[in-house]
T-cell receptor, first 112, second 114 residues
Framework: GEDVEQSLFLSVREGDSSVINCTYTDSSSTYLYWYKQEPGAGLQLLTYIFSNMDMKQDQRLTVLLNKKDKHLSLRIADTQTGDSAIYFCAEREEDSSYKLIFGSGTRLLVRP | DGGITQSPKYLFRKEGQNVTLSCEQNLNHDAMYWYRQDPGQGLRLIYYSQIVNDFQKGDIAEGYSVSREKKESFPLTVTSAQKNPTAFYLC?????????????FGEGSRLTVL
C-alpha cells in the first residue's frame, strides 16, 4: 500500500536553512502537501505542489519534487525559532476517496 | 469565521467507558475525516465520510464508531473495545472531489484513559 516516510528529527541554528525530506510511494499522486503542527494544535497547510511541477516557491518556503525518485523536500530559508514545529508530508490517493496519506512527521528544533 | 471546532480539548475516561468526541464544521465541506495521532507515528485514518449518511472505515477503525446525520457534524465515539485509546484525535474536512484536495483541521482533542 501507499507509504510516506520522513526522518523524525532535525535541529538547525536560527538563521540557517532547514531542509526536510520525504519519500512517497504512489506515483499516481497528483498533489503532495506540507503541513505544520505546533504543540497541542491541529495541522495547518503550509504549501502544496502539483505533480507536473518540479519546484514551487512561496516566500521563505521552497518545495522540490523529484517524481522519478518519488522524493519531496521542503526548504525553509532563514529559519526562525517560530518555525520550531512538526512538519508532515502527505500524498493524495487518486481513487474516489482522495484521502491524504501522511508521513510520521519531522520535528524541527531551531536553536537560538 | 469559517472553521472546524472540536470539543472537548481534553478528556479523561475510565477504562470501560465510551466517550464521544465532537467535530463541527461551517465550511460547507462534504467530506470529513477522523485521524489519530500517536508520538512518532504520524496520523492514522480512523473513519471518513464523503457525504451525509455515509462513511467508510479507515486503517484503524476497530473500537471506534461514527455517524454522519448532518453535513456539519461528524462525531467519533471511542468505545470500550478500543484497547489503547489514549491519543490525540484530529478531525478534518475538505471539499469533495478532486481540486487541490486541501484538508482543513480542527485543533484536536486529547483523550487520556485513567
Amino acid at each position: 500500500g501507499e507509504d510516506v516516510e520522513q526522518s523524525l528529527f532535525l535541529s538547525v541554528r536560527e538563521g540557517d536553512s532547514s531542509v526536510i525530506n520525504c519519500t512517497y510511494t504512489d506515483s499516481s499522486s497528483t498533489y503532495l502537501y506540507w503541513y505544520k503542527q505546533e504543540p497541542g494544535a491541529g495541522l495547518q497547510l503550509l504549501t502544496y505542489i502539483f505533480s507536473n511541477m518540479d519546484m514551487k516557491q512561496d516566500q521563505r518556503l521552497t518545495v522540490l519534487l523529484n517524481k522519478k525518485d518519488k522524493h519531496l523536500s521542503l526548504r525553509i530559508a532563514d529559519t526562525q525559532t517560530g518555525d520550531s514545529a512538526i512538519y508532515f508530508c502527505a500524498e493524495r490517493e487518486e481513487d474516489s476517496s482522495y484521502k491524504l496519506i501522511f508521513g510520521s512527521g519531522t520535528r524541527l528544533l531551531v536553536r537560538p | 469565521d469559517g472553521g472546524i471546532t472540536q470539543s472537548p480539548k481534553y478528556l479523561f475516561r475510565k477504562e470501560g467507558q465510551n466517550v464521544t468526541l465532537s467535530c463541527e464544521q461551517n465550511l460547507n465541506h462534504d467530506a470529513m475525516y477522523w485521524y489519530r495521532q500517536d508520538p512518532g507515528q504520524g496520523l492514522r485514518l480512523i473513519y471518513y465520510s464523503q457525504i451525509v449518511n455515509d462513511f467508510q472505515k479507515g486503517d484503524i477503525a476497530e473500537g471506534y464508531s461514527v455517524s454522519r446525520e448532518k453535513k456539519e457534524s461528524f462525531p467519533l465515539t471511542v468505545t470500550s473495545a478500543q484497547k489503547n485509546p489514549t491519543a490525540f484525535y484530529l478531525c478534518a474536512s475538505k471539499k469533495q472531489g478532486a481540486g487541490t484536495g486541501e484538508l482543513f483541521f480542527g485543533e484536536g482533542s486529547r483523550l487520556t484513559v485513567l
